[in-house]
């Protein structure tokens, strides 16, 4: 693609994926530190409100991770106090290198993409994802990581674009994005940004408004989007 300068790429689900083992075990050391403090909870319901406190704090809810650990015990009916808040986010620094894992060639895609276009990635995430960005090693790749907690939107809020681009120095029509789900597509070619779709994961079609949206390129695997770029 001749006129492509810029290749803007979500993370979960489209490069990366959740080490199911590794959240099940942090999930339920969690569980055990507060057992250990006299709060008994059920390791479903340690999870069920820590998913929900990930989805809650996308925007800039909350500024640091001690206040997302008060977020998390509050919910949980229980009081947030600085040794037990120190504990929970002792244990994340333990598991942040582990948490995610790339799919399969997806360095290599990163690698051969990072020699041709200026590279961008683009997530809605809750706080602490810049330090798993930076435990996996990306940071070499993107010249703009660009986080949903940070710019204070989510996708396909036009911002988070708008921001990728402003740093990359680059047009919508000099660029390209990858997504594993159709809504943040629509907001990317909203704003004039060309589209690849990577069904990955379970959640292609989760807030979409057209489910049948066809990207430029559609296929199964982050490897195959070599094939068109």
């Not at 986080?147 to 047009?171: C, I, Q």
Request: hydrophobic content about 40%.
């Amino acid at each position: 693609m001749s006129c492509l300068k810029g290749v803007l790429i979500d993370f979960g689900n489209t490069i990366a994926h959740v080490n199911q083992e590794d959240d099940k075990k942090f999930n339920e050391e969690i569980a055990s530190a507060l057992a250990d403090q006299g709060y008994e909870r059920p390791v479903d319901e340690v999870t069920r409100v820590l998913n929900n406190a990930y989805r809650e704090t996308t925007q800039g809810e909350v500024k640091d991770l001690e206040e997302f650990w008060r977020l998390f015990l509050r919910n949980l009916g229980i009081d947030g106090n600085l040794h037990l808040v120190n504990v929970l986010m002792e244990l994340q620094n333990r598991h942040i290198p582990t948490i995610f894992r790339l799919y399969d060639g997806a360095f290599e895609v990163l690698s051969v993409l990072g020699k041709k276009y200026k590279l961008a990635l683009v997530s809605n995430c809750a706080i602490g994802l810049s330090n798993v960005i930076e435990a996996m090693g990306l940071n070499e790749f993107f010249e703009a990581v660009v986080l949903s907690y940070e710019v204070g939107v989510r996708k396909p809020e036009s911002r988070m674009y708008h921001e990728a681009l402003k740093r990359l120095k680059l047009n919508p029509s000099e660029c390209i994005f990858v997504s594993d789900e159709i809504s943040d597509l629509e907001g990317a070619r909203k704003i004039g940004l060309k589209t690849i779709l990577v069904r990955q994961g379970e959640r292609t079609i989760h807030g979409a408004k057209d489910p049948a949206f066809r990207a430029e390129f559609d296929c199964n695997h982050i490897t195959e989007i070599v094939k068109y770029l």
